[in-house]
């Protein structure tokens, strides 16, 4: 019987599918049966096995969770790309194995948007969190070939929508795939003294100047101050702005 498992292994479980894996992948992992799996899946989380297969764009409806698709957004245009497979459309987010965390971020928006199933591709230092699709080309129209900096960069009015409903995930997926959060040190002489002074700041850095457009106008959308810093660059470096930003994006983990 399904159920006569511990409940904690229960709960391993819906994690394991939330973060990505497969029902069969983890029922390989833990030695249970596909068949235990998604009973469980389905007496437990029943949103995690009716995955949204429909393409919200080719039904002309609205993205049915607005939130992780314009998180999904932000990590796209930050290191993301749209590549055509031998059967379908793959999305990869390349994410730096030094913030496990980013990447378990990825897989979990990844999956609530409209992949099926997502894949991890190890690389030297980073790895691909990937998924394919048919309707990447959909949701995603900016993609085409060649880096982003070097070709015009424009959300389509849906996308805009979101992005104005949902700025602070949009800037969370921004941030954490191009950005920084961490110590700022200001350096002044007094009396013959070297003073250092600490605190925190973001930056954000990417080529495009319609993605770092993007980032501003997010920015500006929640009342955050900040400023170019060379040119390639935003700084978001106020006390009270670092603070508001904290509240949507936070530092990487």
Not at 27 to 39: E, F, K, N, Q, W
């Amino acid at each position: 019987m399904p159920f006569s498992h511990p409940r904690a292994l229960r709960g391993d479980v819906v994690g394991r599918v939330q973060l990505g894996d497969t029902p069969v992948q983890v029922a390989r992992a833990l030695g249970l049966s596909p068949t235990t799996v998604y009973a469980w899946l389905h007496e437990l989380a029943p949103g995690l096995v009716r995955v949204q297969r429909v393409c919200f764009r080719c039904s002309a409806q609205p993205p049915p969770d607005p939130l992780a698709y314009s998180q999904l957004l932000g990590y796209y245009l930050g290191d993301g790309c749209v590549s055509r497979g031998p059967r379908a459309w793959v999305l990869r987010i390349t994410c730096d194995d030094a913030w496990p965390g980013v990447a378990d971020e990825v897989a979990l928006v990844m999956g609530r948007v409209v992949a099926n199933s997502v894949h991890r591709a190890g690389k030297q230092g980073c790895h691909d969190v990937q998924a394919y699709s048919q309707h990447w080309p959909c949701l995603f129209p900016q993609h085409g070939a060649g880096a982003k900096h070097l070709r015009r960069i424009e959300l389509a009015p849906w996308q805009h929508e979101v992005v104005v409903a949902y700025p602070g995930p949009f800037l969370k997926g921004l941030f954490h795939s191009d950005g920084w959060r961490g110590q700022n040190v200001a350096v002044r002489t007094v009396a013959d003294r070297v003073e250092r002074r600490y605190y925190p700041r973001y930056d954000f850095t990417n080529k495009s100047d319609d993605i770092r457009g993007l980032c501003g106008d997010a920015l500006d959308r929640l009342g955050i101050a900040w400023r170019p810093n060379g040119p390639w660059r935003i700084s978001v470096a106020r006390r009270d702005a670092v603070a508001a930003l904290d509240v949507h994006v936070g530092p990487k983990h």
